[in-house]
């Protein structure tokens, strides 16, 4: 390696990678390990570690975003693409539904759920941090438990709030800072039954220990709501679910 090329590296910025520190570069091809990782099993653990609750969280921002006939829905971070198979129904006929996200593995498990059900929705691999979209297109941008995972969130959001059109909106769905008084038992539940449980059911615990940590890591409420507006949106309002467990968060175009 040429001299100057490793000064560069060390000049680099950090960036979290759960409670660790990693150069930016490395983040995304990290966060593609823990995903290549937990793919196979990824509903199903899920389900059992939320207790079935993430799809009442999804369902409510479904909800909340107010998909229509006609109209055109972003899902960001799509995964196994559950949301998009949701916003499928509620946009046809006449609408789009794009299912997008960065890791392969996660996107392929999502592009044959899409397909057994019969769905048309679009599916691209690629970053969100560089939609390949043109400006003002979407009435709907979601992004469910993804955002916490993106090495540069406010480029994130701003590539979002590009692709909105005005007058639509973006709703972000995240895992949040919980109540005071329910933290000691949702650390306990965390730090100690995730890992063990991703171990025994997934056979990867480390990927599990990542999961939480990322959690911690990510703005509270109301210092998400900041970047959204600082990203351009307006009207940024935030809606805590399961005693701050996660929280929606919407915010507007205009």
Request: net charge neutral; aromatic share 12%.
């Amino acid at each position: 390696m040429a001299a100057n090329d490793h000064s560069q590296e060390q000049n680099q910025e950090q960036t979290d990678f759960g409670f660790a520190e990693v150069r930016e570069s490395e983040k995304e091809g990290r966060v593609k390990e823990v995903f290549d990782s937990v793919a196979p099993k990824y509903d199903l653990m899920n389900d059992v570690l939320s207790f079935g609750m993430h799809r009442l969280w999804k369902k409510y921002a479904v909800m909340k975003a107010a998909a229509k006939p006609g109209m055109k829905v972003l899902d960001i971070a799509s995964g196994t693409a559950d949301l998009a198979l949701q916003f499928a129904g509620k946009c046809t006929p006449g609408g789009e539904v794009w299912a997008t996200d960065i890791n392969r593995e996660m996107l392929t498990i999502g592009a044959h759920r899409l397909a057994a059900h019969g769905s048309h929705c679009q599916v691209v691999l690629c970053d969100s941090e560089q939609l390949p979209f043109p400006d003002d297109y979407f009435d709907v941008v979601m992004v469910s438990f993804g955002l916490r995972n993106m090495t540069h969130k406010g480029r994130a959001l701003e590539e979002m709030c590009r692709v909105t059109k005005p007058g639509g909106r973006t709703l972000v769905l995240e895992f949040s800072k919980c109540s005071r008084w329910f933290a000691p038992f949702y650390d306990f539940y965390s730090f100690k039954f995730m890992p063990w449980l991703g171990s025994k059911i997934a056979g990867d615990r480390d990927s599990y220990e990542y999961l939480v940590e990322s959690i911690r890591r990510h703005p509270p409420q109301a210092e998400l709501a900041r970047m959204m507006s600082e990203a351009g949106f307006g009207r940024v309002t935030w809606k805590n679910l399961t005693f701050g467990v996660c929280a929606l968060h919407t915010g507007e175009k205009f």
